[in-house]
């Protein structure tokens, strides 16, 4: 089992900055592709950035260049760094992680507001 717990959300200006911080535990040694999705209302759960264990990257167009998704592996921590923050991006962002047995964990979300 892995529990995972977000933080870092609130409610911040259009152009403002976020940090977000995925925390694993239980058998976090399993764990080997992070991500961060979000959910605005009304629509459906996206994807916004991928890392795997080697941290490679990958990011929805929607944040490429605004988003950086990092790791540090000693802290079980994944970190989604957003700057340049819209409208737009406002949603619950969840944590996801998949292991290397096939399974995949959610957290529970933290919620991002960005006003305009």
């Known amino acids: 089992q892995v529990q995972l717990v977000e933080s870092g959300g609130g409610l911040v200006q259009a152009g403002g900055s976020l940090r977000l911080s995925c925390t694993g535990s239980g058998s976090i040694f399993s764990i080997s592709d992070v991500g961060w999705y979000r959910q605005a209302p009304g629509k459906e759960r996206e994807l916004v950035a991928t890392?795997?264990?080697?941290?490679?990257?990958n990011y929805a167009d929607s944040v490429k260049g605004r988003f950086t998704i990092s790791r540090d592996n000693a802290k079980n921590t994944v970190y989604l760094q957003m700057n340049s923050l819209k409208p737009e991006d406002t949603a619950v962002y969840y944590c996801?992680?998949?292991?290397?047995?096939?399974?995949?964990?959610w957290g529970q979300g933290t919620q991002v507001t960005v006003s305009s």
């Open positions: 890392i795997t264990r080697g941290r490679s990257t």
């Open positions: 996801n992680a998949a292991t290397v047995f096939g399974r995949r964990y």
